[in-house]
């Protein structure tokens, strides 16, 4: 049966990401020779703790997506260092990461084309166990009923195939999917966007639940800022390959410190008439051939000589990170 995570010991990070690079090669010419790089992810460092909810937020082509497939290993990092709970993976060796395929799980976007619509519901939770030798051939049944009753679907639901589901009721088998190898952490590529609203709802408050009852750590992709301030602990937010800000929810919602995360915020759709949203102008740069500098100085208007000359790195602000020389409501970084 599903039982809940033991717990690390304490001040442990769960997950430990350290200077991942996820590049991909650009090709031309007549001999299509590699001509550059679309750098999605771009030097990236983070971790997660054990129980904790970390959103990664930017706007699309941000890169947010590909980093949970790094993560993962479903898109193989160009380099880096990924650490599960003090254990390394060799992130170029295909076959080193099937000692963690028990440890990382996806939950994707599109509940429509995750799951294979020639397999039946038995057979789309079963086949992880049985790659993975969980549980004895003779108790797969009875496992892949408990795990529909944890997503709130009848146990005689498995012999049905996808195509009879609702798009909420496709996600739960994904969520139970998900839960079938008795994971750690669980990459969530923005799960509800496909999902109408009355059911974005129950799906978020089962993921939720299921957190809780089995410790889960959740790394959460999502353009959707109100549901990220509801749920996550941490939030990553990510432009063009890198993090230029991390922060506790709480604070980076009230108090942002790059002039990115402000910009998104203010974005966020509002009833109020006295308020409208701002849309962020600009151009965004190629992530093929970057300017010098920080990226975001072009569409920056505490931009100064010095953005566009030098890369800001990630520096501490009280219990925030920003990567920028002019932080909002902060002393220039000098």
């Known amino acids: ?103 990382f799980q996806i939950i994707f976007q599109d509940p429509y084309t995750s799951l294979n619509p020639r397999h039946t519901v038995f057979e789309l939770l079963a086949e992880p166990m049985r790659v993975h030798k969980v549980c004895p051939p003779r108790e797969l049944r009875d496992r892949v009923a408990m795990l529909l009753g944890k997503v709130g679907l009848p146990a005689d639901y498995m012999q049905r195939f996808p195509h009879a589901f609702s798009g909420g009721q496709r996600q739960r088998i994904g969520i139970a999917r998900a839960l ?15 999902l109408d609203v009355s059911v974005q709802a129950q799906i978020i408050r089962l993921l939720m639940d299921l957190k809780d ?7 959460f992709i999502s353009h959707d800022l109100s549901l990220v301030k509801a749920i996550s602990d941490r939030v990553l937010v990510m432009y063009l390959g890198k993090i230029v800000e991390s922060a506790p929810a709480a604070d980076l919602f009230a108090a942002p410190r790059h002039p990115y995360t402000a910009a998104l915020l203010e974005s966020i759709p509002t009833l109020d008439r006295a308020r409208r949203p701002k849309l962020l102008g600009g151009e965004i740069p190629s992530p093929v051939n970057l300017p010098p500098g920080c990226a975001f100085a072009g569409r920056c208007a505490r931009a100064q000589d010095r953005c566009r000359k030098e890369t800001p790195v990630l520096l501490p602000a009280a219990a925030s990170e920003a990567a920028c020389f002019f932080p909002i409501g902060l002393t220039p970084v000098v």
């Open 1 to 103: 049966m599903v039982t809940p995570a033991a717990p690390a010991a304490s001040g442990a990070a769960l997950l430990e990401v350290r200077n991942l690079k996820t590049w991909f090669p650009v090709t031309g010419g007549v001999f299509r020779k590699t001509v550059g790089h679309v750098k999605a992810v771009n030097d990236v460092s983070f971790s997660i703790d054990p129980g904790e909810v970390v959103a990664v937020v930017g706007e699309s082509g941000c890169g947010k997506s590909t980093l949970g497939y790094s993560v993962l290993g479903l898109v193989p990092p160009t380099e880096g260092e990924i650490r599960l709970r003090g254990r390394g993976v060799d992130v170029r060796s295909p076959s080193a990461w099937d000692a963690y395929r028990k440890d």
């Open 213 to 219: 009852e089995f410790g889960l750590s959740l790394l």
């Open 180 to 194: 079938s190898l008795d994971p750690k952490l669980i990459v969530c590529d923005e799960v509800v966007a496909a």
